[in-house]
């Protein structure tokens, strides 16, 4: 079992391994989660990198990872456990047909473990030889306050009650990472359970290092562009900047266009892999866009 990094440094040099590019301040919090055993809250626009934090620990910690894509309407029997009715059905039937008519007996045996449905949550709560997996509550935002609540249980005291089995204790605690795009607010008591990050933007050096240790084939000059282009873009009024996954894929589009630098029909023919919204597409297309290159340009 890979254990956890023992200091600043050393979460630092995981990220590093698993070619994600963090500052210090990002890399301070995830190192005292991972010691306190506490959930890391993340938030942050969409496509900054933050659901990403779950599945480079999960690899650089050799640990499973387990993860709840969050969903309006989201319940307990989605996220946590549920029975397999249709095989309970079955048994009762079975055991009726043999002339079984202990209802007690025959309760005993279909509400047991082996029609026993677990869901992400239930399954984080389970030993592994490699250590206490990685558990990704993605985009809690979307769910409503009640679904809230119902975590408080598991954030607290890692266990879950199941009423016709018991208690559910994790030997360990999972890691736990939150992630929310602010949508709506997360309420305070589910906040205080976890250290709290907010993800931003990169900075262009920051950036400009995500690029190449993501997308290395993209040529020097052209990923240069890129940034710069990215970091003027996300200062124009748009519905919806984009995020560092919008500019990996725009790089990726131009490299495979045999892009070597941007000029600005290339710009706007390419737009619509930077840009998810039309409204947004209109507004940046044409003679915008050229002048918005054309600083670019000239800048570096």
Not at 79 to 97: F, K, P, S, T
Not at 166 to 193: F, Q, Y
């Amino acid at each position: 079992m890979i254990s956890v990094p023992a200091s600043i440094e050393d979460t630092l040099d995981l990220l590093k391994r698993e070619h994600y590019v963090a500052d210090r301040g990002f890399a301070t919090v995830l190192f005292l989660a991972l010691k306190m055993g506490r959930p890391l809250f993340l938030e942050g626009e969409a496509g900054v990198g933050k659901t990403e934090i779950a599945k480079v620990l999960a690899r650089g910690l050799g640990r499973k990872l387990i993860r709840l894509q969050c969903y309006e309407g989201l319940d307990a029997a989605a996220a946590l456990y549920e029975w397999n009715y249709a095989g309970q059905m079955m048994a009762i039937r079975l055991g009726e047909a043999a002339g079984e008519h202990d209802k007690e007996r025959l309760a005993g045996d279909v509400f047991s473990e082996r029609y026993l449905v677990k869901r992400p949550l239930l399954q984080a709560l389970e030993p592994d030889p490699a250590g206490p997996p990685v558990l990704l509550i993605d985009e809690l935002d979307r769910t409503d306050e009640a679904f809230e609540a119902f975590l408080l249980e598991i954030l607290s005291d890692f266990q879950a009650t199941i009423p016709e089995l018991g208690t559910v204790k994790a030997p360990a605690p999972p890691i736990v990472v939150i992630t929310s795009n602010r949508t709506r607010e997360v309420h305070d008591a589910l906040k205080r359970r976890c250290l709290y990050h907010w993800v931003d933007y990169p900075d262009a050096p920051r950036e400009l290092s995500i690029l190449k240790e993501k997308r290395p084939k993209t040529p020097a000059k052209l990923s240069k562009q890129i940034i710069a282009f990215v970091q003027a873009i996300r200062k124009e009024d748009l519905f919806k900047v984009p995020g560092v996954a919008e500019t990996l894929d725009w790089a990726t589009a131009l490299v495979e266009l045999d892009a070597v630098a941007l000029d600005p029909s290339l710009v706007s023919d390419t737009l619509g892999v930077l840009l998810k919204y039309q409204d947004d597409i209109l507004k940046m297309q044409g003679s915008r866009a050229k002048e918005i290159l054309d600083e670019v340009k000239a800048g570096l």
